[in-house]
């Protein structure tokens, strides 16, 4: 398959490598377009570059020649790899920053994202880095990690560019993953419901939403039209998926009945109150030196709704935090509730669950096979999700492009 490619060469010694890469990429068959860095000019021949892409090496946002092609490229790429991507390029994507060209074109693209960091030991595992790593992997961006051998400075390490190879093999597997995923529509529900008791209190829950985030972020990575229904948080939305807020247990209900038709594959991450008043005061209520007893109704079970709605081809996917990770009663729950999938994580645990960024979930099948997914951050699992719902259910907008017998395989990510 024949893809455009923006490679993207920053500031590393590593980037002399990359004519190499762009000599492999087109003898795959793709298009490939060099946008680099001013740093990057320094360490690779600009000529050799253009003679083995076809194509003029970008750099300058300010030359008129790219200030008006960079909303082409932008538009026009299939994927962005920054390969090698310095700690300094890294740490500028995380935040956002915008001050030429290679950096304008991440916050323009809308195509998935790889980045291969390329530095010395003490630059990658530095906490700067590996904050700004959690930050893009949040944000569906892939990592090809690098390698654990002899660096620039003479040293044996971790942070040696990832072998041409393996940077090869990564893009075709996000590549087809991505043939996979495109067209499939991603309905998820994430975060807390609130419960009005007056117009200034309410019942809520300790729901983060960064799990229903994770999978939103995960699913749009890969090409999916994702949209998020969402409970209060303050977390970022992350890019390329279309929100709707709530508060009510009864508002989530009567957007998931109306989106889930619309739907291939259903997340119900979002932890829905049971309860709610009978009657919420209309105004605040005043303390009275009195007893104040709250008459609680059951909400109806949202999960339970859709799996009675749901049609052929539907994927349905619940969540059970339980205390007791009794995996008959989980069976149950399943089936009972109607899902096509069971992700259950224990709530007992202080080092995982809600609020972390971790979480350790079991995944549970309707025949009874379950898969300990193991720990890992909430982005990492999410990708662990979509490759297991990848094996279970197929999309029939793939099945009719064509893609059914493709093998699994995802480039690795950033754990
Ligand atoms: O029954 P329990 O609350 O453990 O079930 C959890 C699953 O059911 C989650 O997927 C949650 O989003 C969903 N749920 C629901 N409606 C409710 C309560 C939970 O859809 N009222």
Same mark, same amino acid.
């Given at each position: 398959?024949?893809?455009?490619?923006?490679?993207?060469?920053? /500031?590393?010694?590593?980037?002399?490598?990359?004519?190499?890469?762009?000599?492999?990429?087109?003898?795959?068959? =793709?298009?490939?377009?060099?946008?680099?860095?001013?740093?990057?000019?320094?360490?690779?021949?600009?000529?050799?570059?253009?003679?083995?892409? /076809?194509?003029?090496?970008?750099?300058?946002?300010?030359?008129?020649?790219?200030?008006?092609?960079?909303?082409?490229?932008?538009?026009? &790429?299939?994927?962005?790899?920054?390969?090698?991507?310095?700690?300094?390029?890294?740490?500028?994507?995380?935040?956002?920053?915008?001050?030429?060209?290679?950096?304008?074109?991440?916050?323009?693209?809308?195509?998935?994202?790889?980045? &291969?960091?390329?530095?010395?030991?003490?630059?990658?595992?530095?906490?700067?880095?590996?904050?700004? +790593?959690?930050?893009?992997?949040?944000? !569906?961006?892939?990592?090809?990690?690098?390698?654990?051998?002899?660096?620039?400075?003479?040293?044996?390490?971790?942070?040696?560019?990832?072998?041409?190879?393996?940077? +090869? =093999?990564?893009?075709?597997?996000?590549?087809?993953? #991505?043939?996979? *995923?495109?067209?499939?529509?991603?309905?998820?529900?994430?975060?807390?419901?609130?419960?009005?008791?007056?117009?200034?209190?309410?019942?809520?829950?300790?729901?983060?939403?960064?799990?229903?985030?994770?999978?939103?972020?995960?699913?749009?990575?890969?090409?999916?039209?994702?949209?998020?229904?969402?409970?209060?948080?303050?977390?970022?939305?992350?890019? %390329?998926?279309?929100?709707?807020?709530?508060?009510?247990?009864?508002?989530?209900?009567?957007?998931?009945?109306?989106?889930?038709?619309?739907?291939?594959?259903?997340?119900?991450?979002?932890?829905?109150?049971?309860?709610?008043?009978?009657?919420?005061?209309?105004?605040?209520?005043?303390?009275?030196?009195?007893? *104040?007893?709250?008459?609680?109704?059951?909400?109806?079970?949202?999960?339970?709704?859709?799996? +009675?709605?749901?049609?052929?081809?539907?994927?349905?996917?619940?969540?059970?935090?339980?205390?007791?990770? #009794?995996?008959?009663?989980?069976?149950?729950?399943?089936?009972?509730? %109607?899902?096509?999938?069971?992700?259950?994580?224990?709530?007992?645990?202080?080092?995982? !669950?809600?609020?972390?960024?971790?979480?350790?979930?079991?995944?549970?099948?309707?025949? /009874?096979?379950?898969?300990?997914?193991?720990?890992?951050?909430?982005?990492?699992?999410? #990708?662990?999700?979509?490759?297991?719902?990848?094996?279970? *259910?197929?999309?029939?907008? &793939?099945?009719?492009? /064509?893609?059914?017998?493709?093998?699994?395989? #995802?480039?690795?990510?950033?754990?």
């Amino acid at each position: 398959m024949r893809r455009k490619i923006l490679l993207g060469i920053t /500031g590393s010694i590593a980037a002399y490598k990359t004519l190499e890469l762009i000599r492999l990429l087109r003898q795959d068959g =793709h298009d490939v377009q060099v946008v680099a860095t001013k740093s990057a000019l320094h360490f690779f021949p600009v000529l050799t570059a253009e003679v083995f892409s /076809g194509h003029p090496v970008y750099s300058d946002l300010f030359d008129p020649a790219c200030s008006v092609r960079h909303i082409e490229l932008a538009r026009d &790429a299939d994927v962005l790899l920054i390969a090698p991507v310095s700690a300094d390029f890294l740490s500028k994507m995380a935040l956002g920053l915008a001050d030429d060209l290679l950096s304008t074109l991440c916050l323009t693209v809308t195509c998935p994202v790889l980045v &291969a960091p390329a530095m010395e030991e003490n630059m990658y595992v530095h906490p700067a880095i590996q904050k700004h +790593r959690k930050t893009l992997a949040a944000r !569906g961006i892939y990592e090809i990690p690098p390698e654990t051998g002899p660096l620039a400075s003479g040293k044996e390490g971790l942070g040696r560019f990832a072998s041409l190879e393996t940077i +090869r =093999h990564s893009l075709k597997t996000k590549l087809m993953q #991505n043939e996979r *995923w495109s067209g499939v529509r991603v309905l998820v529900s994430a975060g807390p419901t609130y419960e009005p008791i007056d117009p200034v209190r309410f019942i809520g829950n300790r729901s983060s939403g960064k799990m229903g985030y994770a999978l939103a972020a995960a699913s749009a990575a890969r090409g999916a039209q994702v949209t998020l229904i969402s409970g209060p948080t303050s977390l970022p939305l992350p890019p %390329g998926v279309e929100v709707l807020r709530i508060e009510t247990a009864e508002d989530l209900g009567i957007s998931m009945d109306r989106l889930f038709p619309e739907h291939d594959i259903c997340f119900m991450a979002a932890a829905v109150s049971d309860y709610r008043l009978d009657r919420p005061h209309s105004s605040k209520k005043k303390k009275d030196g009195n007893t *104040w007893t709250l008459s609680l109704v059951e909400n109806p079970d949202i999960l339970s709704g859709l799996s +009675r709605q749901k049609s052929p081809g539907q994927f349905l996917v619940g969540f059970a935090a339980e205390s007791d990770m #009794n995996p008959e009663k989980l069976l149950e729950k399943l089936r009972k509730k %109607g899902a096509d999938m069971l992700l259950a994580n224990d709530i007992s645990r202080p080092d995982i !669950g809600f609020s972390s960024d971790e979480n350790e979930i079991t995944l549970f099948h309707p025949d /009874g096979t379950s898969l300990p997914l193991g720990k890992h951050s909430k982005i990492v699992l999410s #990708n662990k999700i979509l490759d297991e719902i990848e094996k279970v *259910w197929r999309c029939p907008a &793939a099945s009719s492009n /064509g893609n059914k017998d493709q093998p699994n395989g #995802n480039a690795p990510l950033s754990d």
